[in-house]
Every structure is written in C-alpha cells, then in structure tokens.
C-alpha cells in the first residue's frame, strides 16, 4: 500500500497535467499534507487504513480549530479543505490505488451565498475614488486602478495579472486572461475609466514601471508588478481614507458594479458575463441586495400599491330610515 506522501505527489501531478491552476495545486497540497499529519498521529499513516469514522473525526476537528488569530475558520475554508479531500479520495479509487472510498458519502458543511455585510453605494465610490492624490504618479495609478476594476468587476489576481496587451483603450474593452478556472473572458471598459486608464499610462507609468519591464498594466514603483496583497492592503487604506465608514478592498468593487448594473436594469446573465461566474446561482446572490428596480416595478404594479394612490372612496351614506306606520 502506497504512503500519503507519495499519494499526495502523484495526484497533484495528475491535476498539473490536467491544466489545475497553481494556487489550486498548493490549497490541495496543503490541506491533503495536514490531513496525512493528523492521520498518521492517530495511526494511519496510508490512505488504504483511512475510514469513514475517521474522516469524519477530522472534519470535527476542523470545526474546533483555530487560527493563530485564535478565531475559526470560516464554514467557506472547512468546505474547501475537505472538499479537496473528497476529491482525493476519488482520485486514488478511481485509479485502484485503494479499494473502498471511505469520503465517498462524507457531508460537507452547507455554503451560504452572502456578499459582505456593507455594499458600496454609487455615492460612496465616488467619495472613494476621489481620495487619490491624482497630481502625484502614484495617485494617478491608484485613481487608474479604482475606476477600471469598477467599471469591469475584476477580481484582485485578474487586476494584478492584466498586461498592456490584454487592454484595448479605443474599443473600451479588456480581456481577462485565465482568470478563476483558467477561463479567460472579454470584458467592456467604460468610457470614465478608460480615460483615467489612459491618463495614468501617458503620465504615471513610465515613472513607476522598472526594467525589464514586464508589460503588466499597473506597476508599483518598486518590484514591478503590484502584487495581490499589496492591492488588498491598499485599497483598503484608500476606502478607510474616504470616511465611507465601511471595510473591503478589492472586491468591494465588484459588489458595487454588480449591484449597481442589477439596480439600473441589466440583465443578470449579462452581469453573470462581466464576473466571470460559470453558476449563474454565484450571480443571483447581488439580487438580494439590488431591489431598487425590483421595488419600483413592485410600487407601480402590486394592486395593494395601486389602490393607495387611487383617492379614497367617500363614506356611503347613512341609510335613511322607512316612515313610521
């Protein structure tokens, strides 16, 4: 019977050549790598001795552990960890490395489809985007960068992956390459961003981008390309800046363009397009919160509505009483 570690080995390299993205391939190897830890601590040092009852010890675990933080790990993080088990599991009986699939019927926690608590209003992105410095290169970038990822709803590794070359500024569109399951899409640029984006390439990039120049669009001064953390922690220093009194960074944005095209009318699978959501139930999750167009078909066609502004009926009158015999 083969060992964890080699079990492990082999299954990555069968997603690599299946085209897995690279962060998808160190998720899995770091949530398998702890499972085979926890595993061989209790005696089972090889998938063939894992049972049932023992995968579901650790997801029980799962459940009570802690970060250094000391808080939880969110429901989203349990899934995704022993979702990947789950599907190492499959793998290895599927390819007779084991006989019996001990997670083939395990349960996996329920995911809630929430956006986060507070959503950017059209009002508070446009106190956001206005804190930049735009007489400064790097507050020209950073005015570049709030208005294009909320004109096209990009994700955080989309923005820091997006290459000159991905960027039609006289068609006003952008094509995202490979972005969540290695898909790529073409997304349109709105006339507003496309000038600051233009403006900041013209002005600010030649002072920020270091040689050899990579070609990614926003460059950070320093290393070159701006990182994905990097963007995370400053954009979040921008909002906190602004005095919207309200948290995010990067896929505030998002949010705000999705809710905000459900609010003026737009089609959801359109709005599916822009995100890049290959479920259209990830979509229907901004439809909890756009309810202005919902609200005003509602007032204008409920008969409850319409009966309240129609003008009251006057009081019938009183009944007149017969003679007296």
Not at 147 to 163: C, H, N, P, Q
Not at 186 to 212: N, S, T
Not at 274 to 296: F, N, P
Request: proline share 5%; hydrophobic share 40%; charged share 30%.
């Amino acid at each position: 019977a083969m060992e964890f570690e080699t079990c492990i080995k082999e299954y990555l390299e069968a997603l690599r050549a299946r085209n897995y993205a690279e962060d998808t391939l160190y998720e899995r190897r770091r949530s398998l790598e702890a499972l085979a830890r926890w595993c061989a601590e209790r005696g089972s040092a090889r998938p063939c001795e894992v049972t049932r009852a023992v995968l579901e010890r650790y997801q029980r675990q799962l459940m009570r552990a802690r970060k250094e933080s000391g808080e939880p790990y969110s429901v989203k993080t349990q899934y995704n960890r022993l979702l990947g088990i789950v599907k190492f599991f499959r793998w290895l009986a599927r390819s007779g490395r084991i006989v019996l699939n001990p997670a083939a019927d395990l349960e996996l926690p329920r995911l809630a489809k929430h956006l986060p608590r507070e959503i950017l209003s059209a009002r508070e992105v446009e106190r956001v985007l206005a804190v930049p410095d735009v007489s400064t290169a790097l507050g020209l970038r950073d005015r570049a960068i709030l208005e294009f990822v909320y004109s096209t709803g990009l994700r955080r590794k989309e923005l820091a992956d997006l290459r000159l070359i991905d960027v039609d500024l006289e068609g006003g569109a952008a094509m995202v390459r490979e972005g969540k399951g290695r898909k790529d899409r073409v997304v349109p640029v709105g006339a507003r961003a496309i000038e600051w984006l233009g403006k900041y390439l013209d002005e600010a990039r030649p002072e920020l981008v270091r040689e050899p120049d990579e070609g990614y669009v926003f460059a950070s001064g320093r290393s070159g390309r701006l990182s994905t953390s990097h963007l995370t922690r400053h954009l979040h220093e921008i909002i906190q800046a602004s005095g919207v009194g309200k948290a995010g960074a990067v896929h505030v944005f998002r949010h705000a363009m999705a809710t905000g095209m459900l609010e003026g009318g737009a089609d959801i699978r359109y709005v599916q397009a822009m995100l890049g959501h290959e479920d259209l139930s990830s979509t229907q999750v901004y439809t909890r919160v756009a309810i202005g167009k919902l609200r005003e078909v509602h007032r204008a066609s409920h008969p409850a509505e319409q009966k309240r502004r129609k003008k009251p009926c006057p009081a019938p009158a009183a009944p007149t009483q017969p003679p007296e015999a």
